[in-house]
């Protein structure tokens, strides 16, 4: 093993325990100096892992390893629980109607979707951050009760984009007969109905958009053939048309305008 790599895999094994310390004069005469050395001891926070404690909140540690494995879950988050999926589905069949290739280029229409998506999720962040962050900050409820409370703003949501057919076949499969209002249902039904509801609901405006385009292309393509010229291909030259038609409608506003009202 290269020196390189020794020095690679101690910085690896360091950096966790110096993530850690806190930022006092003395922590940083250790980062800076690398003197005192039996500092860094008193330095680490003690980790108290007992049960039965009469606090509610975790440790520092376990809460730092909780906000890690929420982020990890971040994209699944983003694609499965807010309007993200039917944004995004529906742009990509509007890039395969007209033809362009990679124009918009994937960063751009995942740009676009993520800001639309924190457009029509706001009145639900903005609900979020009233029943459940702000009084966890002001200590008026723990942990568990903050995560609740913002699971339920969540689920409405997802609930009035769901059909009926999807929610219902999720909850017989887990023997959920009846619930007597939306915080009752578990995130593993809803989330999983939701996703279903969106997909189709994102074909079905996909197909919508790429009718016309593909109509443009057969009369491009038999036009050609009724002139004999068989070796040019169609695409060539229905992309300019489509893009034409797909301006001079104003297609961006009118698609923007639909996504955004056909969110409940």
């Known amino acids: ?11 690896l094994l360091i950096l966790p ?27 680490l926070p003690q980790i108290d892992l007992s049960i039965g404690g009469e ?16 982020l990890s879950f971040g994209p699944a988050f983003i694609t499965m629980m807010t309007s993200f999926t039917r944004i995004i589905v529906v742009f990509f069949f509007l890039r395969m109607g007209l033809g362009t290739q990679q124009s918009p280029p994937n960063q751009v229409l995942i740009g676009l979707a993520l800001f639309l ?8 962040f903005n609900t ?46 887990v023997e959920i007969e009846s619930v007597d209002d939306i915080e009752a249902l578990p995130l593993f039904v809803v989330v999983p109905s939701y996703v279903m509801s ?19 292309d057969l ?27 797909f301006v001079l409608t104003d297609g961006w506003y009118l698609l923007v305008q639909s996504m955004i009202r056909s969110f409940n």
């Open 55 to 70: 606090s509610d909140d975790f440790s520092l540690a376990i809460q730092a390893l909780i906000l890690i494995t929420v």
């Open 17 to 43: 325990f110096i993530a850690t310390i806190p930022f006092t004069a003395d922590a940083a005469n250790i980062l800076l100096t690398g003197n005192n050395i039996p500092v860094i001891a008193q330095a």
């Open 128 to 173: 979020i951050n009233e029943e459940a962050i702000q009084p966890y900050i002001n200590e008026e409820m723990t942990q568990v009760e903050a995560l609740t409370s913002a699971a339920v703003p969540l689920k409405e949501f997802m609930v009035r984009q769901t059909r009926d057919k999807d929610l219902l076949f999720f909850m017989d499969m």
């Open 198 to 216: 969106e997909l189709r609901i994102a074909f079905q405006i996909g197909f919508m958009i790429y009718l016309p385009f593909m109509v443009i």
């Open 117 to 124: 998506t924190i457009f029509i999720m706001m009145p639900t």
């Open 1 to 11: 093993m290269s020196k390189f790599r020794r020095l690679f895999l101690k910085a």
């Open 219 to 245: 009369v491009v393509a038999s036009m050609l053939l009724a002139m004999g010229i068989i070796f040019l291909p169609p695409v060539l030259v229905s992309l300019p048309f489509k893009i034409l038609v």
